[in-house]
């Protein structure tokens, strides 16, 4: 009974095989061996928890441990922190808890089977010693660093029932609930300087007036924050002077990978040696890296009827059509059956169907019109504000698109500018092209020098956008209207870390997931994040050209002269109708002046 109840707790566990840690009689580690294989379950005997040292990490390992009276000698106390991470799960046998656990990881995952038996005596696990209907009682071993070991009931076994978890919903959130413990957020000082500014280190990064400044350490910082509420955990501040130097003591990057600092309060981006030192528990990008430029205006010379595509233009011409038949079928006089089609488009036009002219030429000039008062006035002007929106956005997007430009490229000079892009071959196909086709030796430039060549026109500058951002204030506002953007550093490359496999990483991972489920993380980053300059003349009608609308200028001239040329054509069927119709009259009376003769003439012959 009791070996099926620990073979369901490690199945439960995901775990394929367990080492036993016990000082057992061949014969015995034998027989348990066997009982345990008989329900899937495979073991290890040892004397020795050395053992674990030799055990691969890419699955999950079972431990199981019995009590003994000496468990603070010389066998516990060679069992080292890093056997109680999460690889290993654990399932100590026994009639206590070994005060030795006190010592253990956070993030362990421990179990606590009460079992009394005689400490002298090896675990007889064949005998019966409770009927089948009595539950084994299986314990969460919780180990909160400050306050201790707490045993709280978790699940029970019973032969009809199996494993059953009782209260697995308040393990976790005992796990998620730090009791206020003191977490240790790194955070380096980056502009911060008491000279420059009124107030502690805490008031600058919380003060959303600074927020051009600095933005990797103000999100890493804020998301550390966040972190620290999820679990109940009290923030404790530790400033630091560089980020991620590996050569000064006092850096983010080496007081997190030992230990000294429990998460960061600035973000780093995943690099491969990183992943060694640090472990990366949430993403955050608050700033944009990349190309910035000044676009030629391109000019949407058919602004004014690209709004709407061809295929809605035909559909608008064949509903007119089948509304026209059927309004030519409903008429009752031969009027209303002419004029059908345009009472359709005048009402569609909004215009009054009453002032439409009855001639052929007239109607058509009456078309012109409206179509034309239509562009110009009527239901896509919000289409048209949208194209006009865009004009001045246009230009490379990619870099590739950016390597065939007439632009020329420089960078501000950064390390991981120089060493992670330009320095180095890398394998984005697009920026080696870039760096082949644009690359000169006057590339890196001061940032001051950087926005002079974005005002010229001429140079696409790579920069941080939060950097960049307050120059733009020396631009005009044509310039703002142009400014482009093409980013080079994807936000899955910038993290939040933590120490590696330590044992704050689970319930930080846990509450990182919690924080960009809620959107916190977001609203954090989009309160940092610079966002782009507004364009002020996008909105004005006077940014409309006469280059904007020759098209449509040319249109409604031309429809205008075509109007004459169609009343001339009117007047001269007019003529040629009337010219038929004297014809056809002298004709007539003509036939009737000799048959009034005829008639005369046969009267006197009659006398």
């Known amino acids: 009974m009791l070996a099926q109840a620990v073979v369901a707790f490690f199945k439960y566990k995901t775990v394929s095989s367990i080492i036993v840690l016990a000082c057992w009689p061949p014969i015995d580690q034998i027989k348990f061996t066997r009982q345990l294989s008989q329900y899937g379950m495979t073991a290890t005997f040892s004397c020795d928890p050395a053992i674990l040292d030799h055990i691969r990490h890419h699955y999950l390992q079972g431990v199981l441990y019995m009590t003994h009276e000496d468990d603070d000698m010389p066998m516990f106390k060679k069992i080292k922190k890093t056997h109680f991470m999460l690889k290993y799960k654990w399932l100590i046998l026994g009639d206590h808890v070994p005060d030795v656990l006190r010592k253990i990881r956070y993030d362990n995952d421990v179990a606590f ?90 008031d600058f990064l919380e003060d959303e007036t600074m927020s051009d400044q600095d933005p990797g350490i103000r999100s890493g910082y804020g998301t550390a924050i966040l972190l620290a509420e999820a679990v109940n955990a ?14 000064n003591n006092n850096s983010m990057f080496v007081m997190v990978s030992t230990g000294e600092a429990d998460i960061s309060g600035a973000i780093l981006r995943i690099l491969y040696d990183r992943t060694f030192t640090l472990d990366f528990i949430i993403p955050i990008w608050p700033f944009r890296v990349g190309f910035t430029y000044l ?172 950097q960049i951002y307050p120059h733009f204030k020396t631009f005009s506002d044509e310039q703002i209207c142009k400014l482009q953007h093409v980013d080079t ?57 006469l280059g904007d609308i020759a098209p449509l200028l040319a249109l409604t001239a031309f429809g205008a002269v075509l109007s004459v040329v169609l009343l001339g054509v009117e007047i001269m069927f007019a003529k040629a109708k009337r010219g038929k119709l004297r014809e056809g009259d002298a004709k007539h009376a003509l036939n009737e002046v000799e048959v009034a003769s005829e008639v005369v003439e046969y009267d006197s012959n009659i006398q």
Request: hydrophobic share 40%; glycine share 6%.
């Open 113 to 202: 089977l009460k079992w009394d038996q005689d400490a002298n005596k090896t675990v007889d696990f064949t005998a019966v010693t409770t009927e089948t209907r009595t539950a084994i009682h299986i314990y969460d071993a919780y180990i909160h660093p400050r306050d201790g070991i707490a045993i709280n009931l978790w699940a029970y076994w019973t032969n009809s029932t199996g494993l059953v978890l009782t209260h697995e919903r308040e393990r976790i959130l005992r796990r998620n609930d730090l009791k206020r413990y003191p977490l240790r957020i790194a955070t380096p000082l980056g502009h911060y300087s008491s000279d420059k500014y009124d107030g502690s280190f805490v």
């Open 234 to 247: 009290q923030d404790v501040l530790i400033e630091n002077e560089l980020w991620a130097a590996t050569i």
């Open 295 to 466: 676009s030629e205006r391109e000019s949407s010379s058919n602004m004014y009827l690209e709004p709407f595509s061809p295929a809605v233009w035909w559909s608008c011409l064949a509903m007119m059509a089948i509304l026209a038949v059927v309004e030519r079928i409903t008429s009752k006089s031969p009027k209303e059956k002419d004029g059908a089609l345009y009472t359709v488009l005048t009402t569609w036009l909004q215009q009054d169907a009453s002032a439409v002219p009855e001639g052929g030429s007239g109607r058509f000039a009456f078309t012109v019109l409206s179509v034309s008062a239509m562009l110009v006035h009527a239901y896509y002007s919000s289409a048209i504000i949208s194209a006009l929106m865009s004009t001045g956005r246009g230009g490379p997007d990619s870099l590739k698109a950016l390597g065939d430009s007439k632009y020329a490229i420089g960078s501000e000079d950064y390390d991981y500018m120089r060493y992670l892009f330009f320095d180095v071959k890398t394998t984005w196909d697009d920026l080696e092209y870039l760096k082949k086709k644009k690359k000169t030796s006057n590339f890196y430039q001061e940032l001051e020098r950087g926005v002079e060549l974005i005002q010229q026109g001429s140079t696409a500058f790579h920069s941080e956008y939060n």
């Open 489 to 545: 550093i994807p936000e899955v490359l910038t993290w939040v870390q933590s120490t590696k496999d330590g044992q704050w990483t689970e319930v930080l991972r846990i509450a990182g997931g919690w924080v960009l489920e809620t959107g916190l993380g977001k609203r954090l980053v989009n309160r940092l994040r610079v966002p782009q300059p507004p364009c002020r003349a996008s909105l004005l009608a006077e940014r409309v050209k």
